[in-house]
């Protein structure tokens, strides 16, 4: 069983790599969105992206970019381990060029993942955009470090040359795809634990992706869901009539979504002891990823709130409807739909970091 302290040697990897991070500061209005994990293609059948592309654009357009967000995006972005870089910018000129748009009034940063760390060896100017290896952000007194999350591997050198010549030339013409740390529960849990071990000895909010799983105050979906469930069932005696039929329709929700993640990952881990011994602490975040099949996660800054959100075509999913107790905001009208997930204060957040950790 792995401890529960970082090896020195990573620990001073991460010390580095926070340390040389350029810094953005938000003042009091300022706006961030973060998605990670888009691993954009050609446009063809090997292409994870194009399902989701048309509402990513939507998204972007049409919410953050009116709505005068910051853009993050934090890793693997582009799929350079199949496709050519000219390739891909090639094929996604639309997004490339609202990307641009927030580029051009200071609002873009780039971190890489380990599917597009070959983009730090471009010199700066040949890049349209620009990247780096993390990002650490200032809001309001708190602080928040962006990085993947591949750099807490120790086998990441290795996958970065063996593993990139073995997909471009020989899986991927052979019409297999990746093979990524998210297909893996016990890789996910690991990655997950030594990010939220820096974070919580830094007393710091951490941002990763390449598990492709989205974390919200260091709870998984379904751990948070098997909290909702106990909350709602600790209100059920004491309910009204009215009140129970509700509670009762809601739980049933909460059921088949619980059911339905552990089938998913089979080997759920108790709450209290997820990745280090005490309380835990709800320093580690993961934007999720732009290539699910019903939608696209991010988390959002606003205000001093934190927020999951998904972003959901309709026409795919009917998940996450008014009925089921959340409250979808339409996209001018279209298919797509914005369902915040979870939020909580950034001051409250920020108080139990420093006062439990």
């Known amino acids: 069983m792995e401890r529960d302290t970082l090896a020195i040697g990573l620990r001073r990897k991460l010390d580095h790599l926070h340390e040389r991070a350029p810094v953005i500061r938000l003042g009091d209005g300022g706006k961030l969105v973060v998605f990670s994990d888009l691993h954009l293609g050609d446009g063809g059948a090997d292409d994870d992206f194009a399902a989701n592309a048309e509402l990513l654009a939507a998204a972007l357009e049409r919410y953050y970019e009116k709505e005068n967000y910051i853009l ?4 693997d972005i582009e799929e350079l381990m199949r ?36 983009l730090l060896r471009h010199e700066p100017g040949e890049l349209s955009l620009p990247v780096s290896e993390s990002l650490r952000v200032e809001m309001g007194g708190h602080r928040l470090w962006l990085f993947h999350g591949h750099q807490v591997s120790r ?4 996958f970065q040359t063996l593993g990139r010549l073995a997909l471009r030339w020989l899986l991927h013409p052979l ?19 030594r990010a939220y071990l820096f974070a919580r000895q830094k007393k710091i909010m951490v941002l990763i992706g390449h598990t492709h799983r989205p974390l919200f105050e260091s709870l998984s979906r379904l751990d948070t869901v098997k909290i909702e469930i106990e909350n709602l069932c600790r209100s059920y005696p004491a309910a009204g009539p009215v009140m129970k039929r509700e509670l009762e329709q809601r739980l049933a929700r909460l059921k088949r979504e619980y059911i339905e993640l552990q089938h998913r990952d089979p080997q759920p881990r108790r709450v209290e002891n997820l990745y280090h011994e005490g309380p835990l ?3 580690l975040f993961n934007s999720g990823c732009g290539i699910g099949r019903h939608g696209i996660t991010a988390l959002e800054f606003v205000e001093g709130r934190a927020a999951l959100v998904y972003w959901v075509d309709r026409q795919r999913s009917g998940k ?38």
């Open 72 to 75: 993050a995006l934090n890793g």
């Open 320 to 357: 996450y409807v008014a009925s089921e107790g959340y409250d979808p905001q339409p996209l001018d009208g279209s298919q797509y739909s914005r369902v915040v997930l979870k939020e909580e204060d950034l001051d409250y957040i920020f108080t139990r970091i420093r006062l439990l950790g």
């Open 281 to 283: 602490l709800p320093c």
């Open 175 to 193: 019409g297999i795809g990746n093979y990524t740390v998210a297909r893996s529960s016990r890789r996910r849990f690991r990655v997950e634990k």
């Open 155 to 158: 086998v990441n050198w290795l």
């Open 83 to 118: 496709f050519p870089l000219a390739r891909i910018q090639g094929r996604w000129q639309g997004i490339y060029a609202v990307w641009q748009r927030f580029a051009g009034r200071g609002a873009f940063f780039k971190t890489v993942g380990n599917h597009d760390q070959g």
